[in-house]
Structure formats: structure tokens, C-alpha cells
């Protein structure tokens, strides 16, 4: 499912994103749904996923 915008929320980066990195992704919302976007893009499409997807992802990030 894509959205042009939370329905609510703040666009964030990782606190591991720097300038250097052209390559990072935005996340906003709470509740059941997280909006992700290309931070390059910021008026373009974005993806909602379940939360609990999204924290599924993360967890498994923050492991490697």
C-alpha cells in the first residue's frame, strides 16, 4: 500500500544518517501503520507498513 503522507507524525531519519548519506530512508506515524520514504524524494510516493512489520525490520537491523 503506498501513501503520499502520514496520516499522522514527523518525517524522521536515523540518528546514523550525516550528510555524507544520500541514501536514507524516512519514517513517520504511530499507532498501526508506519509510513517509510526515500528521504532523496521527500514529495514523492511512500509505503505504509504494518508496525509491527516495521519493528520486526528494525530489530533485526539493529543485530547486524
Known sequence: MS???PSRGTWRKSTHS???HSD???IAG???HVAV???KDPG???LLVPSA???A???EIKER
Do not use: I, K, M, T
Open 3 to 5: 501513501a503520499n503522507a
Open 37 to 39: 520514504r526515500d528521504s
Open 24 to 26: 536514507c530512508v524516512e
Open 30 to 32: 504511530a499507532g498501526l
Open 53 to 55: 512489520a516495521w519493528q
Open 57 to 59: 525490520f528494525a530489530a
Open 18 to 20: 550525516s550528510a555524507q
Open 44 to 46: 514523492g510516493p511512500s
